[in-house]
Structures are given as C-alpha cells and as structure tokens.
Nanobody, 123 residues
C-alpha cells in the first residue's frame, strides 16, 4: 500500500520561510503527478503548487513568486519551499500524488493524500 508522509510544517513569523517535504513510499510503479494543496477551516481544498503528469508546474496565483515546488525522483519526494510567508498562508497543507501502484502482476491507479502538516504564520 502506498502512503505519503509530510514534514516541515511549523510556526514562522511573517516574511519568514519554511520548507515542506513529502515522501511517497510503498509498491510504487510510477508517480504521474504530485503536489501540494491547502485547506482552511470551512473552505475547499485548493491547489498550492504541483507537478503535472506532463512534468510542468502549476502554482496558485496567491503563491507565485514566493513558493517553489521541486522534486527528487530517486526519492519519490516533492518539496515546497515557501518564502515571504504571509499570515493568510496559515492553514493545513496536504501532499497529493497520483500514482500507479504495483498489485500482484498488475498496476492500479491510486490517488493518495498525506496526513497534512500545519503551517502557522504569526508574529
């Protein structure tokens, strides 16, 4: 069974930086897309930044120029470098990956979510 494990959240002052990490593990055949989402209380989960299946990147307008997504394919890990953090960036961040999982002699498409990591930007 595949799983995603996130790390790197925490408390930071406005203008500060944090780096989130998300590592995928399990019987992974391939990772087609992987990225970060966030969800504030009472709101829908929204895209922050992601690698598409074609290898390009998408960013939410609100984080362009401040956040950078990167990845280490050998480690099945994606990172989110967050700079110039604002109080409105405070929420829970979730990692998502669309993968092909090895099951028996075949492969199954799965979409997995991490457990979430809290980012708090406050003075």
């Amino acid at each position: 069974q595949v799983q995603l494990v996130e790390s790197g959240g925490g408390l930071v002052q406005p203008g500060g930086s944090l780096r989130l990490s998300c590592a995928a593990s399990g019987s992974i055949f391939s990772i087609n897309a992987m990225g970060w989402y966030r969800q504030a209380p009472g709101k829908q989960r929204e895209l922050v930044a992601a690698f598409t299946s074609g290898g390009s990147t998408n960013y939410a307008d609100s984080v362009k120029g401040r956040f950078t997504i990167s990845r280490d394919n050998a480690k099945n890990t994606v990172y989110l470098q967050m700079n110039s953090l604002k109080t409105e960036d405070t929420t829970v961040y979730y990692c998502n990956a669309n993968m092909q999982e090895r099951r028996g002699w075949g492969r199954v498409r799965v979409s997995a979510w991490g457990q979430g990591t809290q980012v708090t930007v406050s003075s």
